[in-house]
């Protein structure tokens, strides 16, 4: 079974920037989508950002559209979260995903962001 790995979270200012890695200990391929999800307190899991393994295409949540970029490295296993312009409201414990082509979900343990003066 493939397990994700996030890292890169931690303490940044306002306006600041992070960015995050999420990586698999087998081939991404396996998966027809991965993606950054994230979660804070009472509150369901949100989609941020995702990519399709295959052809790279993106989809972005709104409230992150023009701040964030998502990319994949198929050679390193490796699916990437740019986050630029950080806001308190980003703040959150954030997720990856890998969605297989046989359905089901894989998810990291998680890796806490957080947007603070």
């Known amino acids: 079974q493939i397990r994700l790995v996030e890292s890169g979270g931690g303490l940044v200012q306002p306006g600041g920037s992070l960015r995050l890695s999420c990586t698999a200990s087998g081939s991404i391929s396996y998966f027809y989508t991965m993606g950054w999800y994230r979660q804070t307190p009472g509150n369901q899991r949100e989609l941020v950002a995702r990519i399709t393994m295959n052809e790279g295409n993106v989809l972005y949540a709104d409230f992150v559209k023009g701040r964030f970029a998502i990319s994949r490295d198929l050679a390193k296993n490796t699916v990437t979260l740019q986050m630029n312009s950080l806001r308190p409201e980003d703040t959150a414990v954030y997720y990856c995903?890998?969605?297989?082509?046989?359905?089901?979900?894989?998810w990291g343990q998680g890796t806490q962001v957080t947007v603070s003066s």
């Open positions: 995903n890998g969605k297989p082509t046989t359905g089901g979900d894989y």
